[in-house]
């Protein structure tokens, strides 16, 4: 077990002039569940595979508990990754897929055989451990390159979006697993993927990229509640917040017709606008005209509550992230026994106490 460190740790491939990943300053505790997450080309692998010695280092450094790795090879820095594809041996047993590494390592076979059959018994991989991995599910396959790391007793586990080649139903219950079995090792692990519902459910904190840049560290919940910036309000959540440019009154903030007071401190960083984010469960929704008017698009009822998806009415109001066009949908949560019809208009506002404020032109929080 260990602590890790990542000190300004930048990686700038060949032939590229914008650093993959850029300055990246990360604590992760002794024993903690951090999962790192961001879109598709955010830097987010590419971190994981500095820390495994993957890829080189260019500027700053890692540390794994007091040791410096930063130019260490990958064997010496006693971690354990856990691949998408599994990289499993095909041609060799389960026991033996799980063994592989300490055999090569000059481990005894008695002593093989006893982490191997420990591992399978956490896992409930006893029945499959002559079987090759042919024979096996998808979700057993992860569970065997997952036992190949746990019979390593690394001080780190690294995983690199693990369940993206399981079915939906398959990856809500492995991620749980996961979890759970990391909780009970206590082992440090590092957990990398471009689902944020996976992140809000498996980790003790998420660190989120964007274009290799990091944006925030934080619990679920703090990430949820108090988002960093424009970009981590929009992205942890689902569906996700509601961003939209509205203007600043003397005390306060106009959202359509209904104003909002907000504390003077916080109008002071601000010019004109600010945009307000909403999430959808904050939302008020009235038919009387008292915030900004919407006309109803699409209705998902999902029995005790529902989503209703809707644009704004005033041409001149469009939501921020939204694609050319001014496509992208203001969403409410509603009762799901008083759901209004497509086509229908009403208004809505956020709820004052569940009100985030961000700089229009930085992005930044301000409230």
């Given amino acids: 077990m ?28 002794d024993g903690e569940f951090l999962v790192v997450v961001g879109p598709s080309g955010c830097g987010k692998s590419t971190a994981l595979r500095m820390l495994a010695g993957l890829e080189e280092v260019n500027e700053g450094k890692i540390w794994i508990g007091d040791r410096d790795v930063t130019n260490l090879s990958p064997k010496d820095r006693d971690v354990a990754m856990v691949f ?19 055999k090569i390592a000059g481990v005894e076979k008695s002593e093989i055989r006893k982490r191997v059959e420990e591992a399978a018994k ?5 029945p499959y451990l002559e079987r090759k991995p042919k024979a096996l599910s998808g979700g057993q396959r992860q569970r065997v390159a997952m036992g190949r790391a746990i019979v390593r007793s690394p001080q780190v586990f ?29 082992v440090t692990t590092v957990y990398v993927t471009h689902d944020q519902v996976e992140a809000m459910t498996m980790g003790d904190r998420i660190a989120l990229l964007k274009d290799g840049v990091l944006q925030q560290v934080a619990s679920p919940r703090d990430m949820y509640d108090k988002p960093a910036n424009v970009f981590v309000a929009g992205f942890i959540g689902s569906p996700a917040m509601n961003l939209i440019a509205v203007p600043v009154t003397s005390d306060g903030v106009r959202f359509g017709s209904h104003k909002i007071e907000v504390e003077r401190d916080v109008l002071a960083k601000a010019g004109s606008h600010v945009i307000v984010g909403v999430r959808p469960e904050d939302v008020e929704v009235r038919t009387e005209d008292d915030g900004l008017e919407l006309e109803i698009d ?9 989503y209703v998806y809707g644009r704004p ?24 026994r008083r759901v209004p019809n497509k086509g229908d208009r009403i208004y ?19 409230a």
């Fill in 348 to 366: 809505v506002h956020p709820k004052a106490e569940h009100l985030h404020v961000f700089n229009k032109e930085t992005g930044e929080r301000l």
């Fill in 298 to 306: 699409v209705v998902e009822e999902l029995g005790a509550d529902a």
């Fill in 2 to 29: 260990a602590t890790v460190k990542y000190e300004n740790a930048t990686r700038i491939y060949p032939g590229n002039d914008a650093p993959s990943v850029d300055r990246l300053n990360i604590d992760i505790e």
């Fill in 122 to 126: 956490i896992l409930d991989l006893t």
């Fill in 313 to 336: 009415v005033a041409t001149d109001v469009t939501l921020e992230g939204s694609e050319e066009g001014g496509e992208r949908p203001f969403i409410a949560r509603v009762d799901g």
């Fill in 158 to 186: 690294l995983m690199d979006e693990p369940l993206s080649n399981l079915d939906a139903k398959l990856r809500v219950q492995t991620r749980t697993q996961i979890a759970s079995l990391q909780r009970r090792l206590g």
């Fill in 84 to 102: 998408q594809n599994y990289a499993l041996y095909p041609h060799m047993t389960v026991a033996d897929n799980m063994g592989f590494a300490l």
